[in-house]
DNA sequence: CATGAATGAGAATTCATTCAT
DNA sequence: AATGAATGAATTCTCATTCAT
């Protein structure tokens, strides 16, 4: 176990603040000056790690997408069954959104938004292939619907963060039984 | 049929120009100057109209919110059958999304960050009760799984929201056909 | 005759404005904010009138350039006599530089430094052609030397700038007869 | 032969970073950070050589400025004639002004701005008191003209600077010839 | 009602300088 | 001696908002 370089620390607490103030107030009521004094660094020091204001959304973007996606696909492996492998995976989302739910809230925001640019977008969308063959796997054995990945997704994985923002304003309270429910209709949604 | 004041063209111009820079460009890069030289007004105008920013974002918000609203119940009455006004109503969101793509754009990219204030939101947020009631009688029916409404709305109709997204970008071309597939999945995923 | 406009006087303002400060203090030791106070305008006026500090700094050369070969051509007709018409000149000259100190001053600290980009500097090498001009004609006469007009000029016209250096600084003080005896020097040079 | 320190070699490389950075860039955008790595050494080793900016600055100034002093005054002796002497110093400081052009260019730019402060200047000046004694020695043969040494100085030595810059531009290309032409024009306007 | 010049607070960014290692 | 990460004051520039016309 390695541990971080002192300028690592920096970088990471320059990153949580981020998530926390664009989360809090939006990318456009953020100065960086707040963004260095919650991270406990002078203003400056951000442009030792960062090359200016849109290349640290962009990495915070990249990074907590890739932390998202290493979580998505914890336990999952290439060969499970269909419907077992798909219900890990989901099951890892909403884990995920609804544990982590700063880092959860602060990528939909730049997924709805122009904050990201299209390169760190890219990089960003990356990271799902394993359930995208997954599905395809399914397709074949006539399990899953035969529509495109996206649209599975819109129905299966995206209304999980709709659930998380209404539990974050405190509309909804998410329990093991609500979340079984749902899973239910996510896989409903798209099982032939 | 009333003839808009001069006054009230210039009030939708503004609207209209914030709703496409904002969606184009995000809040933060979005100046008042930018508007209102596409709207063809001066700078000052902009305050004869609105109290400040905030207020004009607020106000678009609502507006758009509340087209869509009115989009969303089109040829909808309350005495219909359960399935058959679930489909008018999630089909003309459809159409909603895929024909006013920038009002529809607009209205994800606020919902999804803290652009509006608390107030404005709850505005906004009145408005579907129609919809509710229906799920409500459809649930009494037997009709309609026993979750909260906002599982509802999460896997039936805000899928719509991403698919938008896709086709926005690129990824996706939505025909009659998809957006019957899609409608399918809507209802399956809520049906008991 | 016509009155400027306020704005043009708050541009002039501000050119003189950078001009002194820049003199005094150069390039870089001049903060748009002295600029500013100095014309008694608000920081952010300048640009109003100016896109940025380099565009300040090229026009107020352009501009102080042009001054200057009016100044240069003063009671000068094209046909007139070789040497008399470069006495003309000559003499012009060396008064724009004795009387007009701020200006000619700021015309030398540009013209030996990279302050001003290549464009501005382009601009302000046209204005000199009456001169050159003039010059080839006392060639074809056998007036004046078989030389480039590049070192025409550096022996006749560019000692000007010194002399003014060295009075603004205080070494030497310039009167009618110092400068008759210049303007000799300054013929016998160039003249064949 | 003494061999430098190691020490005394990055003092050199600094001055020759400096000297580059300044020409092309100006003063005003030439940062220590880019000096330091330009000369390969850590930004704060500069400040084990120089106090600080200015100090490096005026530095760079004297040492430059005696380095072409020496070069002005090779094989020069003070018994020589006034017109050979002349002609030897003359001809010094043209080939130091166009082999040396980089030290030379600094030079200018240093001698028309506020760059250097009165204390660095007042240094490099004292150098050329050679060249004032040969012409007051002339003067008192009758071979040079009786105006003050500044004038003797602007019409035969400052001319070289305004042709360096030309040929540094590409407006002008300097041969054998050419400087023997620029020579005599010299030579003419300060002799009696 | 409408304008748009002017303001000035505040944002992003740079850079000379320091200091712990 | 040398380093280079860190600082924070200073700088350029932007932009919401006001107000005289």
Chains 1, 2, 3, 4 share one sequence.
């Not at 370089?5 to 990471?12: C, N, P, V």
């Not at 640290?56 to 492998?85: C, D, H, W």
């Not at 700063?102 to 990271?127: M, T, V, W, Y």
């Not at 529509?147 to 329990?175: D, E, K, W």
Request: positive net charge; contains cysteine; hydrophobic residues 40%.
């Amino acid at each position: 176990m390695n541990i971080p370089a002192k300028s690592e620390i920096k970088r990471k607490d320059l990153i949580r603040a981020t998530i926390q103030l664009v989360n809090n107030n939006g990318f456009h009521a953020t100065p960086m000056s707040k963004i260095a004094k919650m991270a406990g660094v002078s203003a400056g020091t951000i442009y030792l790690y960062f090359e200016n204001k849109q290349d640290l959304v962009n990495q915070v973007y990249i990074e907590v997408k890739s932390a998202f996606t290493r979580y998505a696909f914890k336990n999952y492996e290439e060969g499970m069954e269909v419907e077992e492998g798909f219900k890990i995976i989901w099951k890892n989302i909403a884990e995920f959104k609804l544990q982590e739910v700063e880092e959860a809230f602060f990528l939909s925001q730049c997924d709805n938004s122009p904050i990201i640019d299209e390169a760190g977008r890219q990089e960003g969308l990356k990271h799902l292939q394993p359930l995208l063959d997954l599905w395809k796997k399914g397709q074949k054995q006539g399990l899953i619907k035969e529509v495109s990945p996206y649209t599975l997704y819109a129905f299966s994985i995206y209304p999980i963060a709709f659930l998380m923002n209404m539990q974050q304003r405190g509309s909804l309270r998410l329990n093991a039984h609500n979340i079984d429910a749902a899973y239910e209709m996510a896989w409903n949604s798209i099982k032939k």
